[in-house]
């Protein structure tokens, strides 16, 4: 057995956070990545969601170029095994973003989880392994669950990113969001703190919209993004054709002036969210 060195500096690493479904977090996660890629800089993406949206708007199948998965990662991990977690890296998987894969069968690692809470240490450890070093930013994409797989996430990473959307029940969830938080900073990571939160599918003439906003601010105080993400049908567009809004292209000239102004909200936001950790010593 060889002696694998686990190293305390390296890449930022960020998990998009909010228990609540549908909210983003997937497209967040896309997006945020490949907007720092753009910035020059190199970006993985870990998806800890069996649902694999990223995996499959990147057109990967389930084991394609890889010979380890999430799953199978976090097990050696456990086990004290070697193991190289790039093994699970599709490289330049999508718009020069990597994605860590998941695996098939990663939906039972939440009861696995349950059964060894060991499991949430593993996966701190997993990303401290010196082969993710060569990584500015790492970005953990989560389940629309506060459960462990969720809560091993928020003990690996620096900070979290919340994307809300506008919807009337998009607060409903927030105090057991914040709960978790809480509970994840004073029991397993002092340093976890939060990026950002911003609002996301925010419709035209919203009249919602400054409630909202005076809510989010209430609760998140300087945490809150002022910008935001309106609705963009482009999204969706995008997706089925396995793009990204940066690298999809629409024929209807409205649609694609929609996408552009999405492309510019999410830089805006990816620029407060690099701010936020200069300074912070990571
Ligand atoms: N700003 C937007 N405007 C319109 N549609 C959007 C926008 N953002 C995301 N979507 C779409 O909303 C759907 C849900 O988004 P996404 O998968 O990112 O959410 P999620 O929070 O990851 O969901 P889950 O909880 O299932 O993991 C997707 O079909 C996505 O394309
Ligand atoms: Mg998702």
């Not at 993400?229 to 997706?239: D, Q, R, S, W």
């Amino acid at each position: 057995m060889t002696l694998h060195n686990h190293v305390n500096y390296g890449p930022r690493k960020i998990a998009i956070f909010n228990q609540k479904g549908g909210v983003s977090k997937s497209t967040t996660a896309l997006c945020l990545a490949v907007s720092i890629a753009n910035r020059d800089k190199k970006v993985l993406i870990v998806e800890k969601d069996q649902q694999a949206n990223i995996r499959k708007v990147a057109g990967i199948e389930v084991q394609e170029g890889v010979t380890e998965t999430l799953y199978e990662l976090l097990h050696k991990e456990q086990k004290n095994a070697d193991y190289n977690p790039m093994d699970a890296v599709v490289v330049n998987a999508i718009d020069g973003v990597d994605i860590m894969v998941t695996g098939p069968n990663f939906a039972e690692i939440d009861t696995e989880m349950v059964a060894k809470v060991g499991m949430v240490n593993a996966f701190k450890t997993l990303l401290e392994h010196d082969a993710l070093s060569h990584y500015d930013y790492i970005i953990v994409d989560n389940p629309s669950h506060l459960g462990i797989v969720t809560m091993s996430s928020l003990t690996a990473v620096d900070k979290v990113v919340i994307p809300f959307d506008t919807t009337r029940w998009a607060f409903e969830g927030v105090d057991a969001l914040l709960r978790t938080f809480t509970h994840v900073k004073r029991k397993f990571n002092k340093k976890l703190d939060i990026a950002g939160v911003f609002l996301v599918k925010v419709a035209e003439n919203d009249s919602d919209r400054p409630k909202m906003i005076r809510k989010c601010t209430d609760i998140f105080g300087k945490y809150y993004i002022k910008s935001y993400v309106n609705y963009c049908k482009g999204f969706e567009h995008a997706l089925k054709e396995d793009k990204t809004i940066y690298s999809y292209k629409s024929r209807q000239s409205g649609m694609q002036t929609n996408i552009e102004r999405a492309r510019r909200q999410y830089d805006s936001i990816t620029t407060e969210i690099i701010k936020s950790f200069e300074g912070s010593e990571v």
